[in-house]
């Protein structure tokens, strides 16, 4: 009989002294399953696909080989990721060790002032950490070479390929020389990552630490089959319960917007992150909920991956998401870091296709909750903003028949980060 293994330490990984005792110093002690199994071999300058659930680690999983390579050998590391919230939550993260080897870093997002990002090149930053559109603005006003760039990260590519970034993608990859180290990283590993793969990695490594569509296991998923007219008022019974902070998830932004003005309405502090919100709202808006200003976050997909925030005790899927996969990522806020979490999902009556779809990914049935009895009173009951709300319904017209499933098409027009 074998004996059980030790707990893995940092450093058994190869990172230099100066990264140990900062880890120390922030009381990172035990590496991540990603983490264990990737620095070594980033850090040797292999090519690396790493397929890791989201709220594993994968940003100290590239950031730290990146940061001690560039340390060694000069030269610029760049990161591309879907959403200017992901960008800025890399750049926090790798804020706690760049600095202390002189690496500076930069952000390129859409919706801040490419003459303040020009200004920003001026300084030469090593680490370049960008979205797709903006990073083509620079190339293609020349403001911005790429020749420099030793190691490229793709983060959370999947999410890139679904939002419709293919061609970004390919064009930036014209611009990177082709001596490079390439790490790719992914929850899930459609046959449009494994192309790009094929065609502009040289040998990668594939990481596989949970199978595709594998969710965090401490948490509990519940599901309420509920009438469309009824869901505002379930979710005002279910902030009433639940005391902690929540996340809310909406399929639109129109939705979103038409959620929090509802909640405010009726005394809960909710910020919104969606597409039609500035980068400074949005930026604000999760530092609210980070901080405690705001006790629920409403948002849309594009925050699915992008909210970095510990100890999210419930997230709702007001609607289910266009994709599977997507399901995975919004419940992946809570249960982080090994917490215990909770996510509950509301799916209409003549959504049964969809919650399978789910359940076919994640290998496992939701469990399904009954509603309230008092959910089941008229609508008169509720409170006025809710009543308003109910008059004005949050979705949109009905969408064609195919919605509700998998899309990774290249061909989508990308939404602009």
Same mark, same amino acid.
Request: charged letters at 25%.
């Given at each position: 009989?074998?004996?059980?293994?030790?707990?893995?330490?940092?450093?058994?990984?190869?990172?230099?002294?100066?990264?140990?005792?900062?880890?120390?110093?922030?009381?990172?002690?035990?590496?991540?399953?990603?983490?264990?199994?990737?620095?070594?071999?980033?850090?040797?300058?292999?090519?690396?696909?790493?397929?890791?659930?989201?709220?594993?680690?994968?940003?100290?999983?590239?950031?730290?080989?990146?940061?001690?390579?560039?340390?060694? =050998?000069?030269?610029?590391?760049?990161?591309?990721?879907?959403?200017?919230?992901?960008?800025? =939550?890399?750049?926090?993260?790798?804020?706690?060790?760049?600095?202390?080897?002189?690496?500076?870093?930069?952000? $390129?997002?859409?919706?801040?002032?490419?003459?303040?990002?020009?200004?920003?090149? &001026?300084?030469?930053?090593?680490?370049?950490?960008?979205?797709?559109?903006?990073?083509?603005?620079?190339?293609?006003?020349?403001?911005?070479?790429?020749?420099?760039?030793?190691?490229?990260?793709?983060?959370?590519?999947?999410?890139?390929?679904?939002?419709?970034?293919?061609?970004?993608?390919?064009?930036?990859?014209?611009?990177?020389?082709?001596?490079?180290?390439?790490?790719?990283?992914?929850?899930?590993?459609?046959?449009?990552?494994?192309?790009?793969?094929?065609?502009?990695?040289?040998?990668?490594?594939?990481?596989?630490?949970?199978?595709?569509?594998?969710?965090?296991?401490?948490?509990?998923?519940?599901?309420?089959?509920?009438?469309?007219?009824?869901?505002?008022?379930?979710?005002?019974?279910?902030?009433?319960?639940?005391?902690?902070?929540?996340?809310? $998830?909406?399929?639109?932004?129109?939705?979103? &917007?038409?959620?929090?003005?509802?909640?405010?309405?009726?005394?809960?502090?909710?910020?919104?992150?969606?597409?039609?919100?500035?980068?400074?709202?949005?930026?604000?808006?999760?530092?609210? $909920?980070?901080?405690?200003?705001?006790?629920?976050?409403?948002?849309?997909?594009?925050?699915?991956?992008?909210?970095?925030?510990?100890?999210?005790?419930?997230?709702?899927?007001?609607?289910?998401?266009?994709?599977?996969?997507?399901?995975?990522?919004?419940?992946?806020?809570?249960?982080?870091?090994?917490?215990?979490?909770?996510?509950?999902? $509301?799916?209409?009556?003549?959504?049964?296709?969809?919650?399978?779809?789910?359940?076919?990914?994640?290998?496992?049935?939701?469990?399904?909750?009954?509603?309230?009895?008092?959910?089941?009173?008229?609508?008169?009951?509720?409170?006025?903003?809710?009543?308003?709300?109910?008059?004005?319904?949050?979705?949109?017209?009905?969408?064609?028949?195919?919605?509700?499933?998998?899309?990774?098409?290249?061909?989508?027009?990308?939404?602009?980060?």
């Amino acid at each position: 009989m074998s004996e059980p293994h030790a707990p893995s330490s940092f450093s058994t990984l190869g990172l230099a002294p100066a990264f140990l005792e900062i880890l120390d110093k922030k009381k990172f002690t035990v590496p991540t399953p990603i983490q264990q199994k990737s620095i070594p071999v980033a850090i040797e300058g292999k090519d690396l696909i790493g397929i890791a659930q989201t709220g594993t680690g994968k940003t100290f999983a590239f950031g730290l080989p990146m940061i001690q390579r560039l340390n060694a =050998q000069g030269g610029r590391g760049l990161i591309i990721v879907p959403t200017r919230e992901l960008a800025y =939550q890399v750049e926090e993260s790798l804020a706690q060790f760049a600095p202390h080897f002189r690496i500076g870093t930069a952000v $390129f997002v859409g919706g801040a002032s490419m003459n303040l990002q020009r200004r920003m090149l &001026k300084s030469n930053p090593r680490i370049l950490i960008a979205t797709p559109g903006r990073l083509m603005d620079h190339l293609k006003q020349k403001t911005i070479t790429l020749r420099e760039v030793k190691i490229l990260v793709l983060d959370e590519a999947d999410r890139m390929l679904d939002m419709g970034f293919a061609p970004q993608i390919l064009e930036i990859l014209k611009h990177v020389p082709k001596e490079r180290q390439t790490l790719l990283f992914s929850a899930t590993m459609p046959a449009s990552i494994l192309k790009i793969a094929n065609t502009h990695m040289q040998l990668p490594l594939r990481i596989e630490v949970a199978p595709q569509g594998t969710t965090a296991e401490r948490i509990e998923q519940e599901l309420f089959i509920v009438p469309k007219q009824s869901k505002m008022q379930l979710l005002a019974s279910l902030l009433q319960e639940n005391k902690g902070t929540i996340l809310v $998830f909406s399929r639109t932004k129109h939705g979103a &917007k038409k959620m929090t003005r509802t909640l405010k309405a009726t005394g809960h502090t909710a910020g919104e992150i969606h597409a039609n919100r500035s980068l400074a709202q949005r930026r604000e808006a999760l530092e609210g $909920f980070k901080n405690g200003k705001y006790r629920i976050l409403i948002a849309t997909d594009i925050a699915a991956r992008g909210i970095d925030v510990t100890g999210i005790s419930l997230v709702i899927n007001y609607d289910l998401p266009d994709n599977p996969e997507d399901y995975v990522h919004r419940i992946g806020r809570t249960g982080r870091a090994g917490l215990v979490g909770r996510a509950i999902s $509301f799916a209409s009556p003549d959504q049964s296709g969809d919650i399978r779809a789910i359940e076919r990914l994640i290998r496992n049935p939701l469990k399904r909750t009954a509603l309230p009895k008092h959910i089941t009173a008229e609508v008169e009951s509720l409170p006025k903003p809710f009543k308003e709300h109910h008059k004005q319904p949050l979705h949109l017209p009905r969408t064609p028949k195919h919605h509700g499933r998998a899309r990774h098409s290249s061909t989508r027009r990308p939404h602009r980060s």
